[in-house]
């Protein structure tokens, strides 16, 4: 679907907009003090979350009830009750933010002008689920986020605008969502502030440097400390706050929330406590170590590396697996 703006300067557009975590939060706030009036909010179910499984509703929801504005849950977006909600709407534009469903084709071809679609990664690099998290874990110099033209490919649309965010040695995934979050925010609103002024044209992704950022998995989060420090360190980087990487302490977890590498040779074996140092144990990797700073052991508070390290009466030639 390719957009073409037949009424320059109309104003206030109708805009409706889809997304569920924080990550969107962001994005909607910008809509709803800008020039356009939001006519609607998709959003996820509420879904159980907490040591009480308390049915808990998403970050959208609670923005949207907030502001007063229609709220809509459907369980599927194929279903074609949702498309008869959004059809209802009457919308000239979506805003898509990690909304969490993928849009059939109805659905894309329903507002005026498309759907536009706000996500975290420069484009081609990263399509997929998990774009953050790939790009720290990675050890990628620079991300940023794109808006892009959404069709019915996985993140293959053209390209509305981009913007860059260097990466440091030192960033965490939680780090770089807020900052996407909020750089994606500004990018949309000088996007649609383009559109309706006819000075924009999409264009189309290039055809090299296409990557696929699937989700985490459960055996990615287990530290392999056969791995060079660095890449221990970017492991844990990029899975923090969530979903945590781990090691095993005897045979139960232990979340590594932060670690430093201290890249010297060593003669111990990958796993092993080379020494203990006043804010934490210096583990053995594959090339190097990784001096560990803040754990959070099975059913504990997170702590720091240094307080869970004396209280374990750990001493060097013990082992992490």
């Not at 998709?42 to 998403?58: H, I, S, Y």
């Not at 929801?61 to 907030?66: I, Q, S, T, V, Y």
């Not at 780090?175 to 990018?187: F, I, M, P, V, Y």
Request: charged share 25%.
């Amino acid at each position: 679907m390719t957009i073409e703006i037949q009424e320059k300067g109309m104003n206030p557009w109708r805009i409706v907009f889809m997304g569920t975590p924080e990550f969107a939060v962001p994005a909607l706030s910008a809509l709803i003090t800008g020039p356009d009036r939001v006519v609607g909010v998709f959003t996820q179910p509420d879904k159980p979350a907490g040591r009480g499984m308390k049915l808990t509703p998403p970050p959208v929801k609670e923005l949207a009830e907030k502001q007063g504005i229609p709220l809509f849950q459907p369980r599927r977006m194929r279903d074609p009750e949702a498309l008869e909600m959004l059809r209802g709407l009457d919308a000239d534009l979506a805003v898509v933010a990690a909304y969490g469903q993928i849009l059939p084709k109805e659905i894309l071809e329903t507002p005026r002008f498309g759907c536009l679609n706000i996500h975290a990664s420069l484009l081609p690099r990263w399509r997929g689920a998990a774009p953050i998290h790939r790009a720290v874990m990675a050890g990628d110099a620079v991300s940023g986020v794109t808006l892009m033209q959404m069709d019915e490919g996985l993140d293959t649309g053209a390209m509305l605008g981009t913007r860059e965010r260097p990466l440091d040695d030192a960033i965490t995934t939680g780090e770089l969502h807020d900052c996407l979050s909020r750089l994606g925010a500004g990018l949309m609103r000088e996007v649609i502030a383009e559109l309706k002024e006819g000075r924009i044209q999409p264009r189309p992704q290039p055809a090299e440097g296409a990557t696929y950022a699937k989700k985490i998995t459960e055996a990615e989060r287990r530290i392999d400390w056969r791995l060079e420090a660095v890449e221990v360190n970017r492991l844990v980087r990029g899975l923090h706050p969530f979903p945590s990487a781990y090691a095993l302490r005897g045979e139960e977890p232990l979340k590594v929330l932060a670690c430093r590498p201290a890249c010297r040779s060593h003669d111990g074996t990958p796993g092993e406590v080379l020494a203990l140092h006043d804010d934490g144990p210096e583990i053995a990797c594959g090339a190097g170590g990784v001096i560990l700073t803040e754990v959070q052991a099975a059913g504990k508070r997170r702590m720091a590396a240094g307080e869970w390290m004396r209280g374990q009466r750990l001493k060097p030639g013990d082992r992490l697996g």
